[in-house]
């Protein structure tokens, strides 16, 4: 194998087009930066160790390693693994939509090119503005314009807000409706500022107008849905 070594702290040239967030284009060269490099030529792949960052115009990653797999087109980030995508879209209000980073950090992140995932493993925390989401894994599935379509994250799930939060054992985010699904057994919301807790196996929050709806598991295939009662907390 033709290996090629560098031990000097500088940006660095892949060599080859790489993709980890905008699909439509290709990473651009001298976008990898590290404290070393190896390069695998014959097998198009390169790994990058110490303080490592990848990025393309003002997303990036940076972990302690960083390895590129041009055939398998993914990039595989870990030991304290974080990313930051500035493009994503979110309706904030009724018709008025601004752009909303989105910071995440994992234990180990996999951005695979052929369905636009990024795999989230460990310890995961994703914030976008004030919300955020910690579990133990998520899938984050982009469009080709790099915007977000869904999100899922799974086991010991835990949704906050400034005036809520959510446990359960899985969450499925949907960017077009800015809706959360949130299953468990049960799938709890604490909501702070009326004082009230809702518990249901499956629970739907819209998160435009912090309303929310239970589904009735036992009316299959009628479509019924319910809206949650509540328990409200009384103060002596």
Do not use: C
Request: charged share 30%; no cysteine; aromatic share 6%.
């Amino acid at each position: 194998e033709a290996a090629l070594r560098a031990d000097r702290s500088a940006e660095r040239s892949t060599g080859s087009e790489v993709h980890f967030s905008r699909i439509s284009k290709p990473i651009r060269r001298e976008a990898i930066a590290a404290d070393r490099a190896i390069v695998k030529h014959n097998e198009g792949a390169a790994r990058y160790i110490g303080d490592a960052r990848a990025w393309q115009g003002e997303d990036f990653v940076r972990a302690e390693y960083i390895e590129i797999d041009k055939g398998e087109r993914t990039m595989t980030a870990w030991n304290n693994a974080r990313s930051t995508f500035y493009d994503f879209e979110r309706e904030v209000e009724k018709g008025r939509k601004e752009i909303v980073p989105v910071h995440a950090s994992s234990d180990r992140i996999i951005y695979t090119d052929a369905n636009r995932t990024a795999h989230y493993e460990g310890s995961v925390k994703i914030r976008q503005g004030t919300d955020q989401i910690d579990s133990a894994t998520a899938d984050a599935v982009m469009d080709e314009e790099n915007n977000l379509v869904s999100l899922t994250a799974s086991k010991d799930v835990v949704m906050t807000q400034p005036s809520r939060r959510a446990t359960g054992d899985q969450v499925v985010y949907t960017a077009s409706t800015d809706t959360a699904i949130l299953t468990g057994n049960f799938a709890v919301v604490e909501d702070r500022e009326r004082e009230a807790v809702t518990k249901s196996p499956k629970l739907t929050l819209h998160l435009r107008d912090a309303r929310i709806e239970a589904n009735d598991d036992n009316n299959v295939g009628s479509g019924a849905k319910r809206r949650v009662r509540t328990t409200h907390r009384i103060q002596n």
